[in-house]
């Protein structure tokens, strides 16, 4: 099992820039995959980014593209999701995950995910 805990979150205005944090207790080899997610209050869950392994490889949603970026350090078994020009409808709860399957696909289904941390930018 893999056990996840995000942090990192709060306030930030507009224009602003703000880094999560995701520490997993664990890695076994069947996870190829950590990804970030996020869902707003009556939205869907909505993927923004995933990164292989070995940090070599990532996938970011157009939403995202120039204005996020997912990297992290396995000595650590940290994820890391860097957030910069933050705009209002960042606004939601932001999860990490880890998976068995590196694709750009955003449906793909992770195994393991934390419990959120909230992210809130105002105008």
């Known amino acids: 099992q893999v056990q996840l805990v995000e942090s990192g979150g709060g306030l930030v205005q507009a224009g602003g820039s703000l880094r999560l944090s995701c520490a997993a207790s664990r890695r076994t080899f069947s996870i190829n995959a950590m990804g970030w997610f996020r869902q707003a209050p009556g939205k869907e869950r909505e993927f923004l980014a995933a990164?292989?392994?070995?940090?070599?490889?990532?996938y970011y949603a157009d939403s995202v593209k120039g204005r996020f970026t997912i990297s992290r350090v396995n000595a650590k078994n940290t994820l890391y999701l860097q957030m910069n020009s933050l705009k209002p409808e960042d606004t939601a709860v932001y999860y990490c995950?880890?998976?068995?399957?590196?694709?750009?696909?955003?449906?793909?289904?992770?195994?393991?995910w934390g419990q959120g941390t909230q992210v809130t930018v105002s105008s």
């Open positions: 995950a880890a998976g068995r399957i590196f694709d750009s696909n955003p449906r793909t289904e992770y195994d393991y």
């Open positions: 990164i292989n392994w070995s940090g070599s490889s990532t």
